[in-house]
Nanobody, 121 residues
Framework: QLQASGGGLVQAGGSLRLSCAAS????????MGWFRQAPGQQREFVAG???????VYANFVKGRFTISKDNVENTVYLHLTNLKPEDTAVYYC?????????????????WGQGTQVTVSS
């Protein structure tokens, strides 16, 4: 089970740290990722990493977001900085049954419930 938290309302230029706590099974052999879905839009890939810890980001991130993990706490983080109104969305964490990262929704097998991020201008 994946539990996302940390969303909220923030002004443009602000920062948030999203957390994704895993329970029920270990995800140490799973690639992990964050997606987001804005109202009326399809869910899109934000960031991910493979089991080796190599990271990949969507082009729109442009150095503003950082994905990380704490294997002891079994938690994945997404640190959002320099937020823009267009970053407003529900953010989801997800895990694959494979060790390699994926950029597409259908490549992930386990999903958290999402956490709302709202950026005001």
């Amino acid at each position: 089970q994946l539990q996302a938290s940390g969303g909220g309302l923030v002004q443009a230029g602000g920062s948030l740290r999203l957390s994704c706590a895993a329970s029920g099974r270990t995800y140490s052999n799973s690639a992990m990722g964050w997606f987001r879905q804005a109202p009326g839009q399809q869910r899109e890939f934000v960031a991910g990493f493979n089991v080796a810890g190599n990271q990949v980001y969507a082009n729109f991130v442009k150095g503003r977001f950082t994905i990380s993990k704490d294997n002891v706490e079994n938690t994945v983080y997404l640190h959002l900085t320099n937020l823009k109104p267009e970053d407003t969305a529900v953010y989801y964490c997800a895990a694959r049954s494979r060790s390699s990262w994926g950029r597409h929704e259908h490549e992930y097998d386990y999903w958290g419930q999402g956490t709302q991020v709202t950026v005001s201008s």
